[in-house]
């Protein structure tokens, strides 16, 4: 079963609340992943859920908000030093299988937000990052995130011998996703491994945020996908 993917840093607020709600009701996504929402951690629960019906909605320290059609089985904290933080969250999604019913499988998915100070280099944090992924072995991994990183970085290289780049796999138009109204950086991104198929990947436009949504709709695997990077 196809699984949309929704992220968003929503740090820089232009516009209302509403804004943003309509635009996440639009995507349509089974996993909704925000960054900086702290100005919306303080909104009673009542209001997203009555928002958003049939999602398990679920906060977080560090203005870490998450939207989620699919069981959560569990989450955990942790942090790249001083150069930013992530949440690690396992999920279950139904797999078609061809002339069987459906099986549940779980993955992972890492909401990441690494900082942008421009004293300090992201090559730690990312390296720390491939090596919470490679720790993860066969499962299926999902990576969403504002990396303040522009995507060719070389700081990328440990993340890129593990997963890939869902707009770099299926996207298409421009990819520059900061700051609007006129994006130049790639930073906000969602990765992927082997064992996840992109079909369709998009940096929508938008006037809520200084940032633009992602988008990926991705089949989980049993298998793993072409385009697996090499070893």
Known sequence: MPIRVLFWNVGDQLWSIGNMVQEIKRVDADLVALVEAESYLSTEQEFWKNTFPGYRFQTGKNGFMLLSRLPTTASEYGNF???????????????????????????????????????????????????????????????????????????????????RNSFEQAGEGYNATWPLPLPVLDLDAIWVNSLFQVRSSENRWTWYSDHRPVVADLLLQTTPASGKPAD
Do not use: W
């Open 81 to 163: 030093g001083r150069m930013g933080r992530y949440l690690k969250i396992n999920l279950k999604a139904d797999v078609s299988q061809s002339g069987a019913s459906s099986i549940s499988e779980a993955f992972v998915v890492y909401l990441v937000d690494i900082n942008s100070d421009i004293l300090r280099s992201r090559k730690e944090a990312l390296q720390k990052l491939a090596e919470e992924v490679a720790q993860e072995k066969e499962n299926p991994v999902l990576i969403v995130g504002d990396f303040n990183t522009p995507g060719d970085s070389v700081h990328f290289n440990p993340l890129r011998k593990l997963c």
